[in-house]
């Protein structure tokens, strides 16, 4: 099925064409150990099977970079064809090796050339700033023409969590400045005529994200510029309240005919992506139905659903993603579903989960995890799991679960506490942006985060 925006230019990622009136592609990331060719094969074997179309590992160094060679070349053995996309962060030197072999290459802006976040805030004359974009300028245009010569496509991936201090420092922590750090790269692509550019705008705050998206979109408009997006919402978490705060935030664009390829982002393994990724392409039209008619029917201040499915799965995608941008953009900011799949108990929850996810009204604990990749340096799902069993009851205490530093401290901006490992084994404690136990054994880090949470309240209590 194709719902894709009018004017959208086509990117060749390999043998798959995104955007114009193509399908919407759907796709996932390796856990695996770049490194580990078998694992990533076999991993990579699964998304595909599951649906995947294109297929994204970490590439966090150049010995990651090349053997993707190897891994590429051991899928084609099988006739396997799938793209294969490489994840760069911190090194633009990875990037230029990895477009040698893989089909696409994602960077990231905020750390491409800007060096890592510090929060610092930096002052730039209007000169000072025009020679960091000469600086970007310099770096890109060499990797653009490895890109021509190996016809590798180019993701220009913003994340919220991953902005730079220069952009920070000049626009804020604002859509505009993540719009603004997408603009920078995406101007040079296009005076070098380069057209196989794909681009994403993340956050793990749906506002953020479907805000920054729509206003991404305008200033493309405003340049002439159509070129595909990949919608996503990073540290989505795991199970229901993943899957739900997915449904609200690429649903939103979704129903708005924006959107060329989608990657749903859960702390499970990678294959479980897939369906729930292919459930929203397919609800699309019934969604965007349901939206129009919730919009018209809006009274004090309150949606009402009536809704059925085939599932409980399917009924919470469809709910989420059909009212997800009326309560985005706080046309209501209460939600009444009934459901013959449901008691009123599970209606209420299930109500209470999309308008958390809308950032509207928090009943329980938040928790922003990502899904992991070859990056990660601990086991994930096992920890959030431990994290979640002891915070459960914390209603609207806030809590980021990161495998790694890409997105630490900035997606956790919001979050009151932070979990992110630092090295092998080693695990740093945040308390909002502000890093308070360094390097922990692993084995000890759930319960020191446990103890820092519960000192804090302490403290509070006694202070009140």
Same mark, same amino acid.
Request: some cysteine; charged content about 30%.
């Given at each position: 099925m194709s719902y894709q925006r009018r004017y959208t230019t086509v990117a060749h990622v390999g043998p798959v064409a995104i955007g114009g009136d193509n399908p919407i592609r759907i796709q996932s990331m390796t856990t695996t150990n770049t490194n580990d060719t078998e694992a990533c094969v076999a991993q990579a074997k699964r998304i595909i099977a599951a649906g995947g179309e294109l297929v994204r590992l970490t590439t966090q160094g150049?010995?990651?970079?090349? *053997?993707?060679? *190897?891994?590429?070349?051991?899928? +084609?053995?099988?006739?396997i064809m799938t793209p294969l996309v490489a994840d760069v962060h911190f090194n633009a030197r990875v990037a230029d090796v990895a477009a040698q072999y893989c089909e696409k290459v994602r960077i990231n802006p905020g750390n491409y050339v800007d060096p890592a976040r510090t929060f610092r805030h930096l002052e730039y004359t209007d000169e000072e700033y025009q020679s960091e974009l000469q600086k970007i300028d310099a770096r890109l245009v060499p990797f653009i023409n490895i890109c021509k010569q190996h016809h590798t496509a180019v993701r220009i991936g913003v994340n919220h969590g991953s902005l730079s201090d220069r952009i920070m420092s000049r626009y804020g922590d604002t859509p505009a400045g993540i719009v603004e750090s997408c603009m920078e790269f995406l101007r040079i692509f296009r005076r070098e005529d380069f057209t196989d550019v794909v681009i994403s705008i993340k956050a793990s705050n749906t506002v953020v994200m479907v805000q920054s998206v729509r206003l991404l979109v305008e200033a493309m408009d405003r340049e002439d510029m159509h070129y595909p997006l990949h919608l996503g919402v990073t540290e989505a978490g795991e199970g229901e309240d993943g899957r739900i705060k997915s449904a609200v935030g690429i649903g939103a664009l979704l129903t708005e005919g924006i959107g060329d390829t989608i990657r749903v982002s859960l702390s499970e393994e990678p294959e479980c992506e897939i369906p729930v990724a292919r459930q929203l392409v397919d609800l699309i039209p019934e969604c965007a139905r349901l939206r129009s008619e919730a919009e018209a029917a809006i009274s004090d201040d309150t949606i009402r659903l009536q809704l059925d499915a085939a599932n409980v799965e399917q009924l919470q995608l469809k709910a989420a993603m059909a009212v997800g941008a009326l309560l985005i953009d706080r046309k209501a900011t209460k939600l009444v579903i009934t459901s013959p799949l449901l008691t009123e108990e599970q209606a209420v929850m299930l109500a209470d989960a999309?308008?958390?996810?809308?950032?509207? +009204?928090?009943? +329980?604990?938040?928790?922003?995890?990502?899904?992991?990749?070859g990056r990660t340096l601990y086991n994930l799902q096992d920890t959030i799991r431990r994290i979640k069993a002891a915070t459960a009851h914390l209603v609207g205490l806030k809590i980021g679960i990161m495998g790694c530093i890409v997105n630490g401290p900035g997606e956790m901006a919001d979050a009151d506490y932070g979990y992110v490992g630092a090295g092998p084994g080693r695990i740093s404690l945040y308390r909002q942006k502000e890093c308070v136990e360094k390097n922990i054994p692993e084995a000890e880090a759930v319960e020191k985060l446990l103890q820092l949470i519960e000192?804090?309240?302490?403290n509070n209590s006694k202070e009140a």
């Open positions: 150049t010995r990651e970079a090349e *053997n993707m060679r *190897n891994i590429s070349q051991a899928l +084609k053995e099988q006739g999309i308008l958390q996810a809308a950032r509207i +009204k928090f009943t +329980k604990t938040e928790y922003i995890s990502c899904p992991g990749c000192e804090d309240r302490t």
